[in-house]
């Protein structure tokens, strides 16, 4: 996959920046999550992919309206809480050649849709997932959500007294094929994962910390800008390379990075910072997950990746033309076979 | 009393006339026996000889253990609704024999294991030992299918008794054993034996006998959940979603097993249906909207707990205009219910389902053959009409073999609606005026146009929502979009009537009307003979979709009183008729039960008759 210049306003798809905008975003000024949708774009110009090539999803709450801010010649389904991986499910299998986007929240995934999420990732649905995780509610105006962590205090609800749910892990130990973090605050990192994501064959799950500006926003909350700015440790700096495009490797000293080769032969390339990271081992990226959760820090970075994990397009025998293009030819059987039918039913003849 | 007086006696009791091809068995067996292959294969070696059969399975929800009932009834003259007596009972389970004892008519009969023991309480019957443990013993098969073959102990001195042909338990062995000698064989060998030995030991002095016939010719024998996928995969079904629940896990279950042979490419080898089981009905009419949203004709199947965690998204599906066929296998609920028993019990929950003003297409098949028609129509409906389309079957109808007329290949071009590909869009401007937007009456019929994911032409997405949208389909909180939007949503649906089957309508001049649903059809059919034999003569509407057609407004109109015959407590398609035709001022009578069981029809004429004695004062 050939990648496009950041600098550059024409991408080798042909289109400018302009084609991959979405409508204004009516979401609060300063909301982790505009930045998010900005990444996205860019992520998908610089990665030269047509717009109508990628589907959005999403589910219900602040998080799920903004897939109406990026993508706007992208088809986009805005459907139930909770339920958005159920609809693309069955959405990605009209035509598979055409990319999952599904955008959720804390309370969206790791509440009324924590089933759904779990079966997507055991079934390793190809689409990026991402849930723009900030701890509340916010479109309900400010109640605890699953994520949030214990003694978070809300104006409204008082003190949290139950322990988060950590989206990644459950990721990791429901067999997703690519866990990350991200934090809405760090856009560099945030766009190099999304890239990642958006070429990875199977599920793509990238937890991100994006506060909410009016209802979580506590200095010390985990999910606020200055607690994320202040105790955000990245993994490793990572660099996406696009597999016609290796050039970029020069960049890098050897010895001091990990690759991972994905599906289209592009690579992730992780630059070590103080440990030797292994992206590729479902138990370390757990253990560093709960090492980060005691030295109460917010590690970022990608946190696990399986490349060649069978899909669930694996798991079916499709044509290679889409399902949804199929003539009445090519899905009506024939008369005579009916016969055959009727000869199964014990017929009298 | 001695074995050889009570027969005497009995045979004295007994008309003296034979009773040939009309009668009932019931077997008693428990669950888990192994005894439905026994059953369906006397079923069918019956149905081979020309006699029209119906069985009723009537089940524990339960894997093993508990008592199960199977009931075959012969009726020569084509009568397939459950009747409420046996006459002949094969009881082999000690836990429910006195039950069954006592259901049997004076003059029936009882077969039972010789190592039974229990209380003779009738001296009306007639009895006929088995020695089921000597005849399994002496067969030469493995301790471990002793049990099994012990059914077929009960097969082979029911054939001999009754006169069942040999050749026809042959066929009905090879067609269930797909063919495989060996399996044939120790079968066969043992119903031989047991016919000799009740050949050699029993003396017949029962009246019950079947002989050969020709009413079967050209018939099949299937159930209703699997004609309604096969009619699906012939519909060009491409996406099924489902969750397992009786009755319906059978329905997606023979999409699976059938996909193979009727949708796989024969060049490619590539399959064109693709069947997911999902995680939760949530998820599965979740999936199957998803599908139906990317141009996919999309099913799930499901009974009424489905149903009910389905409502939701239904409610999406309707306002953002999204086509997927449901299929609700109905039993009987509230809650759990009867989870393994028959009812007519989701028609007014699926009449109003949703929050806020929703309506939805219901079809209504009564037969196997119907559940194989509206099983490809459906999707035809669902396409046209961009709605979900809810299909209403039962337990009966679903789970329990029918005999029925060959399927027939659907006689109507598939209809995928109004979808638009890129070339469509080049020239819509040009066509229609405008530009092309999702929910724009362009043709002023209702139905807009939609384009499908994979669409490559930069006009051809748009975002869909449960939220309040614009004609293209941009968020709006709107008042006037709003009414507007919802104005044509009621119009589209009143327009449904165009599409959907028309009620089944037979005109025998009376001024007394039935109408019914379903498989409730079959009971009122007989029970109509049965009052045209009492001298009152009826008419008959079958609806066979909701909303109504005009014709079943004119049938309920041009009759001085309809009775309204279904299989639920509170009446449920009277009470939907009567809001419908609030200003009629028509005598509307309910005939309405659900105890879990089919209707029969001697219920029916009894309700009917003494409605009729009250209200008319007939007797």
Redesign the interface.
Known sequence: MALADSRVNVNLAGLSRNDYKGSPSTLCQGCGHNSISSQIVAACFELNIRPEKIVKFSGIGCSSKSPTYFLNRSFGFNGLHGRMPTLALGAMFGDTSVRGLGVSGDGDTASIGMGHFKHLARRNTPMVYIVENNGVYGLTKGQFSATAEEGLELKRQGINTYLPVDICMEALVTNASFVARGFAGDPKQLKTLLKAALVHDGLAVIDIISPCVTFHNKENSFHSYQWGKDNEAPLHDITFVPSRDEITLEDFEPGSTTEVTLHDGSLIILKKLDKDYDPTNRFEALRVLEEADQNNSLLTGLLFVEPGAKTLFDRYNLPETPLNRLTPEQIRPTRESLQEVNKMMFLQD | MTQEARQEMVKEIATPDRIVNNFVITFGTVNGSGSATANTMIM?AL??M?IPVSGKNIFPSNIQGLPTWYTLRLSKDGYLARVEEDDIVIAMNPATIRKELDSLIPGGVLFYPDDLKFEITRDDVVLYPMPIKKITKEADVSPSLRDYVANMVYVGVLTEMIGIEMDSIRKALR?HFKGKEKSIQINFHIIEQAAQWAKENLTKVDRYYVERMDA???????DGN?AAA?GS???????A?WYPITPASSLAESIHE?AP???Q?KE???????V?Q???E?????????????????LTSTSGPGLSLMT??LG?AYYSEIPVVVWDVQRVGPSTGLPTRTAQGDLTFVYFLGHGDTNFVILLPGSVNECFEFGWKSFDIAERLQTPVIVLSDLDLGMNEWMAP?????DL??D?GKIL?EEDLQNFEDLHGVAYGRYKDVDNDTIPYR????????K????????GHDENA??SEDSDVWLKSMDRLKRKFQNAVQYTPKPEIVDNGSHIGIITIGSAGFPVLEAQDMLAAQGIKTDLMRIRSLPMHQEVRDFIKKHEYCYIVELNRDGQLHQIISMKMFDSHLDLRKVAKADGLPLSAKWIVNEILKIEEVKNGVS
Do not use: C
């Open positions: 069918r149905f081979d020309g067609f079967t010719h050209g018939y099949i024998m299937t699997t096969l995969l012939y519909g060009g079904i491409e996406f979603a059938y042979m009727l949708r490419e490619t080898g590539k399959d064109t249906v693709v997911v999902a995680e939760d949530l998820a599965a009419i979740g999936m199957a909207i998803g599908a139906g949203w990317s141009g996919l004709r999309a939701e998204f999406l060959q399927f027939e290949y659907p071009p598939m995928r590909w384009t499908l994911v994979g669409n490559q032409h930069p051809a997405p748009y975002f869909t929502r449960g939220t941009n968020y």
